[in-house]
């Protein structure tokens, strides 16, 4: 079945870096666009970056904009979210998704969660000094 499995996350100091890594399983990855999305406490779950099935479309929340990279390789069915220059306010559980169909969401649809059908445990990413 479709799993997706997140990691990279932990503690960091405000200035620092981290990757996140999304491990695809039970589907070819080639054929699909990854979404990350994040969630602070108290707060609703976000779009942080979407990255094409092919890796040459990506989209980034204005907030992450510069700081944040996503990319993928396809051989080892993972996607990754280089985060740099990392804030108090990047705080949260950060989630990968897949919709239900091949493809990506378009850049008008792709920040909104009802898109996506599958979704990782998630992975918690704390800022702070």
């Known amino acids: 079945q479709v799993q997706l499995m997140e990691s990279g996350g932990g503690l960091v100091q405000p200035g620092g870096s981290l990757r996140l890594s999304c491990a695809a399983s039970?589907?070819?990855?080639?054929?699909?666009?990854i979404t990350w999305f994040r969630q602070a406490p108290g707060k609703q779950r976000e779009a942080v970056s979407q990255?094409?099935?092919?890796?040459?479309?990506?989209y980034y929340a204005d907030s992450v904009k510069g700081r944040f990279t996503i990319s993928r390789d396809n051989a080892k069915n993972t996607v990754y979210l280089q985060m740099n220059s990392l804030k108090p306010d990047d705080t949260a559980d950060y989630y990968c998704?897949?919709?239900?169909?091949?493809?990506?969401?378009?850049?008008?649809?792709?920040?909104?969660?009802?898109?996506?059908?599958?979704w990782g445990q998630g992975t918690q990413v704390t800022v702070s000094s």
């Open positions: 998704a897949r919709r239900r169909g091949t493809g990506s969401a378009s850049v008008s649809r792709w920040w909104n969660p009802t898109e996506y059908a599958y």
């Open positions: 039970g589907f070819t990855l080639d054929y699909y666009g």
């Open positions: 990255i094409s099935s092919s890796g040459t479309t990506t």
